[in-house]
């Protein structure tokens, strides 16, 4: 038995088999046991003999399995560690990188144009009062202009703001009458216009506000042409030209001359030489009056620039679809140079 036994145990090759080994030798219906049995019929000379031989099979059984045991252990665990080893000489995988979508860019462009003129970033609420978007821009209810703006209302005092101008009524309102402001306020921007290829229902504008004393319309100019030379470059050119706000007085539209064409006239700039590019003006004294300021002292100009309408001059992208679509095959396109 004991040979058996032994042979057996050194030729095992698993845990499990050395186990069932352990069981079938040592347990109680083992070849061991059995012959255990045949002690009733021994004299007691033979049976005290018997029973120490057999003790001491048991005893070198047991203590060839605990050694099989720790061989095969041991066996395990350096399989197991083999299994799990870290190859560091593989090459990694490719995580895609994703791009900084071009209104970002923009937005970011801008901010740091503005900033390095002494400016700060304000934001505002998406979902606004009547009371900011309109009539503290001098759009009262009954106002005509307000059909310039076609509104998403959520009741009859609260919508979702169509322009960043209400900002610059928290701004002035935050300051208490003490200038001087300077804010840039980029943000979203929505309207129940019908989309096409230059109008989208939500949008994004910047909206742009200085207050001071002594406030002219050639800070305004100055500040515009220098914006218009950094964004599309230095030979850009800008003109203002009349237009109607309620929220300034005297109101601008400012194009830039075409960096196409250079002003001579092509298709892009429907042969004019000009691209429309903003909105601006001086601040309206009621605006100000409203908003806290004493006309009197303080003057200001105001801007609200198109961030889409700069991003698809900038880029030659002639679909405002395409910045909401979400295609990489678009979006890969910019990459941020700096
Ligand atoms: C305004 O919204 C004024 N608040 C701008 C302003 C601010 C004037 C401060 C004076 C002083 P306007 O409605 O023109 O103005 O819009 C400004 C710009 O937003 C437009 O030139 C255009 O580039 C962009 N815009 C307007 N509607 C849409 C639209 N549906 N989709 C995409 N861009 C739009």
Redesign the pocket.
């Known amino acids: 038995i004991k040979e058996e036994a032994l042979s057996k145990i050194h030729d095992c090759s698993s845990l499990k088999e050395l186990n069932d080994l352990r069981v079938f030798y040592l347990g109680k219906k083992g070849p061991m046991q059995s012959a255990m049995k045949s002690m009733k019929d021994m004299s007691k000379e033979e049976r005290a003999s018997f029973g120490q031989v057999s003790n001491k099979v048991k005893q070198e059984i047991t203590q060839a399995i605990e050694e099989k045991k720790k061989i095969l252990e041991e066996a395990e665990m350096m399989a197991k560690i083999q299994n799990e080893k870290i190859d560091i000489s593989l090459p990694g995988s490719h995580l895609p990188l994703g791009t900084i979508h071009p209104l970002t860019m923009i937005r970011e462009e801008l901010e740091d144009l503005f900033i390095g003129m002494g400016y700060s970033v304000a934001e505002g609420p998406e979902v606004e009062t009547d009371h900011f978007n309109f009539e503290l821009m001098n759009l009262p209810k009954d106002h005509p202009a307000r059909d310039?703006?076609d509104t998403f209302y959520i009741d009859e005092n609260t919508l979702l703001r169509t322009?960043t101008?209400p900002v610059q009524a928290h701004v002035m309102l935050a300051a208490n009458g003490k200038g001087p402001i300077k804010v840039i306020c980029p943000g979203k921007t929505y309207?129940r216009?019908d989309d096409d290829a230059?109008?989208?229902?939500q949008?994004s504008?910047c909206?742009g506000l200085v207050i001071d004393k002594n406030i002219t319309m050639a800070d305004l100019k100055g500040t515009l042409e220098l914006f218009a030379k950094k964004m599309f470059g230095e030979k850009r050119e800008i003109r203002l030209r009349p237009s109607y706000?309620p929220?300034?007085e005297p109101?601008v539209e400012v194009d830039i001359s075409c960096y196409n064409c250079n002003g001579k006239g092509c298709s892009m700039c429907k042969q004019t030489g000009w691209i429309e590019i903003?909105?601006?003006?001086m601040v309206n004294p009621k605006v100000l009056e409203m908003c806290g300021f004493d006309s009197q002292v303080y003057q200001g100009f105001?801007?609200?620039i198109?961030l889409?309408?700069v991003a698809m001059l900038k880029y030659g992208i002639d679909n405002?679809r395409d910045f909401y679509s979400g295609d990489l095959r678009f979006l890969n396109q910019f990459v941020r140079k700096d």
């Open positions: 310039m703006q322009h101008s309207r216009d230059t109008h989208s229902h949008f504008q909206e706000f929220f300034t109101s903003l909105g601006a003006g105001a801007f609200g198109g889409e309408r405002i």
